[in-house]
């Protein structure tokens, strides 16, 4: 028996159309070295129309490559969102990346325009002679000489020259939801850097699963700083899930140092934040030299990309008021895999050593060890293996790659 639900594609572009239709009173907000500028989610829908109109003008169809080299702000945001929704493929390429890794990776790809902040365009300009495949260049900000492109052979614009020259209204059409909607590069495996590619499904499940209470409980009332930057593993989901909550995001672009970061939760009072261990010990460091600083709107922080000390978990809480989660994923699992979310039935004890692991798979994961005959092991905790994943947003292979 077939059911009799309706054949709706989960799709980056039904995101979209939530967001800015549903929510579109909610904004994105982004650090400047003026302070900070905002825009409404209705404001970047219309945003997004015109960067896919300009997209289409300039040659991008069908799932032809699009790849950004950004910062953590809006112009990011509205890549994130236009280019999978017009059914384009999406590439945040890493910028900490050495020249010739990012060379390998923007040719694997096939990339053909790269959209990059002004700020990067010295960076960029290093490399762009080795990127065969791009034919355009799409510059973010006011600022920032284009000296440093000229004669790269490539057709360079101002984004913002670009957008204005067209229409806001763009016909978003659902792809087919198996269909590539982004892409990331993993470097942690054996010899070149691996692609992954997200589907629009993967993406829309996964969204899903961050705004689920056993997830990271993403709600409208949310203010987001994601500090994990974009071109990390999807930022860890949140641009999607924020988009999909109604859930406010405030952008730290370049100022993702301790200091502005202690400031920005001070004065713009997110309600959950992400970023790896290392950031958050330099924050707590911060907060040590300004007992000013208001951490109370945190209702919490993530945690992941290395295992987080109980002294950091313990050290937020006692002096900050703020609970860190810790959670578990990779590039491969795009990324939440589990959350460390104690059982309710966990006395103290039993709570924080389950907040000191890895955590539990969030539903649609599932997760065994196996031995070296392929055998599963015991759920018991002690016992050691391969680790094996499976799930509607774990990926089952590495992009062109035969082995």
């Not at 590439?91 to 325009?113: M, T, Y």
């Not at 300009?125 to 052979?153: F, H, I, Q, W, Y």
Request: with cysteine.
């Amino acid at each position: 028996m077939l059911s009799t639900m309706q054949g709706t594609q989960l799709t980056v572009a039904s995101i979209l159309r939530h967001g800015v239709e549903v929510h579109g009173d909610r904004r994105v907000i982004t650090a400047t070295d003026g302070g900070f500028r905002r825009s409404s989610y209705e404001q970047v829908g219309r945003r997004c129309g015109q960067l896919a109109n300009a997209l289409r003008r300039l040659g991008i169809a069908g799932d032809d490559r699009v790849a950004t080299f950004q910062w953590n702000n809006q112009e990011h945001l509205e890549a994130y969102a236009a280019v999978p929704a017009m059914g384009a493929v999406l590439h945040p390429l890493n910028i900490r990346l050495s020249a010739e890794q990012i060379c390998f990776i923007a040719g694997h790809a096939e990339d053909k325009v790269v959209i990059v902040d002004s700020s990067l365009v010295p960076l960029l300009a290093r490399v762009l002679p080795g990127l065969d495949s791009v034919k355009v260049v799409l510059v973010t900000g006011d600022d920032g000489d284009l000296a440093g492109l000229e004669g790269s052979g490539k057709a360079v614009f101002r984004y913002e020259d670009v957008l204005a020259a067209e229409s806001a209204e763009f016909a978003w059409t659902d792809a087919d939801e198996d269909a590539g909607a982004a892409m990331c590069y993993t470097s942690g495996t054996t010899g070149d850097p691996k692609g992954v590619v997200y589907s629009h499904r993967s993406l829309y499940l996964h969204s899903m699963a961050a705004c689920t209470g056993n997830g990271l409980g993403i709600a409208e009332q949310d203010r987001i700083l994601p500090v994990v930057p974009m071109f990390h593993a999807n930022a860890w989901g949140l641009p999607y899930a924020a988009l999909m909550a109604g859930a406010e995001l405030l952008m730290p672009d370049r100022f993702m140092q301790a200091a502005p970061l202690a400031r920005m939760v001070h004065t713009e009072r997110p309600t959950v934040a992400g970023a790896v261990p290392t950031i958050w010990n330099d924050v707590l460091l911060d907060t040590e030299k300004d007992a000013g600083l208001d951490f109370s709107s945190l209702r919490l922080v993530v945690c992941g990309g290395s295992a987080v000390p109980r002294s950091l978990m313990e050290a937020f809480e006692n002096r900050l008021g703020v609970t860190i989660l810790q959670a578990w994923g990779m590039t491969e699992t795009s990324p939440m895999a589990s959350v460390a979310r104690p059982a309710v039935t966990a006395g103290p004890a039993d709570a924080w050593r389950m907040r000191a692991t890895q955590g539990r798979p969030v539903c649609g994961v599932e997760m065994r060890i196996v031995g070296d005959d392929g055998t599963p092991q015991p759920r018991d905790g002690q016992a050691v293996g391969e680790l094996e994943v499976r799930g509607p947003w774990v990926t089952g292979s590495y992009y062109q790659v035969d082995d």
